[in-house]
Every structure is written in structure tokens, then in C-alpha cells.
């Protein structure tokens, strides 16, 4: 299998979810950016703007990019870009990248840019948390929040109502069962019962079961 058939189980799905369930997300992965986020105020995916500001030197590329624009509840005017980025597979110019965008980003909009990481990659031990290089005295540095799906452990995800436990499971359960499709049906049975049992409505549990139908592919 190659890099970018092994991604495009993955992309896709996330993409969406995130964008249907941003609020939940960040609350999952980086409750404390959740908690300066005024909710009252609209939230905007900048998905075709971000997409002209990578665009060169990245055609083909396959990634699960996300640009929002939030406003903070600091009792002020005040908005800033989140830029997210799920990445599931190892990478080493990966720091630089994320780097590079935020610098971009912020060369285009002139306002506060946090970005953020999930590794969703199968090494425990790749995980890269900042950019930085320094010469003849000047130093340059960009740190980002990263989570790792790996640190989750299945008794949190099952204790969890958050649609994203149910996201991270299937998502690793993707992984474990990469060559075994009688597994990954019997895993993908398994969480799709498993909405029913957390007591989420049906719009949930509709469009839950499609992402999971979508990330976790049979033959």
C-alpha cells in the first residue's frame, strides 16, 4: 500500500468531521483553546482562502488541512486563525511545514495565528511540538499544541460521549486491522453498535456511521 492510498482512508473523514463537529473537537483535543472561544459569535472555515495560500509547491499533496476563523471572549473585538493539521503519517519536514504555513497565513490575514497538530501516525515516539532555528545571534521559533491519537487510551475513548472518541477509535482500529478486512469488519460493527449505546440522536448516529463507513473501507 502507498503513502497516499494509506492517507486517503484517513484524509477525507476527518476533514469532515472536523467541520461538523469543530465545536467538539477542539473540545476533545485542546480543551483550553475551546474555553477562550466565544461560541456565541459565528465561527468561519477559510478551507478555498487557506487552500490559495498553500498552493504553491504543494499540488498532489493529500492532507487534512483546516483554517477557522474564532472569536475569543476576552471581552474585546478580538479574532485569530486556527490552523489545523491531522497528520498520519510520520514526516520529517512536518515541524518546518507547519511553520511555514503559519507564516503564510499570517503574511495574508496580519492577525494572531494558533496552529495546531493531532498525530494520528502509529510511533509513539515522533512527537514534534516546534519549529526553530537560530543563526549569528537571531532565533526564530514557532511552538504548536499537538495531541497524539496514540495517547488515548480505549477505556477513555468508551467513557467518552464526545463524537470524537468514537473518531479516534475508529481510526486506530483502521490501523490495527490494515491487513486483516475480516477484523476491521468485525471492529467496524463493533463502534457502529456502540452509537447506539451512547445515546446519541439520530443525526448522530447517521452521520457518525458515515464517517465511519468512509475511514474504515472494505474490500
Known sequence: MTENETRAEYDSPWKEAITFYFQPFLAFFFPHVHDA???????????????????????????TDKLVKVWLKNGQETWLLIHIEVQSQRETQFAK?????NCRIFDRYDRPVLSLAVLADED????????????????????????????????TLAESNNPFAIIVTAHRKTQTSRNDPNRRYREKLRIAKSLY??????????????LIDWMMTLP
Open 124 to 155: 509513539p515516539n515522533w512527537r514534534p511540538r516546534e519549529y526553530r532555528y537560530e543563526i549569528l545571534g537571531g532565533r526564530t521559533v514557532l511552538e504548536f499544541p499537538t495531541v497524539k491519537l496514540l495517547d488515548y487510551t480505549p477505556e
Open 37 to 63: 472561544i466565544d461560541w456565541t459569535k459565528n465561527y468561519e472555515f477559510l478551507d478555498k482562502e487557506f487552500q490559495q495560500i498553500v498552493r504553491q509547491g504543494e499540488t498532489g499533496r493529500k492532507t
Open 97 to 101: 511545514r507547519m511553520y511555514i504555513y
Open 197 to 210: 449505546q451512547r445515546g446519541y440522536d439520530r443525526r448522530d448516529i447517521v452521520e457518525l456511521f458515515r
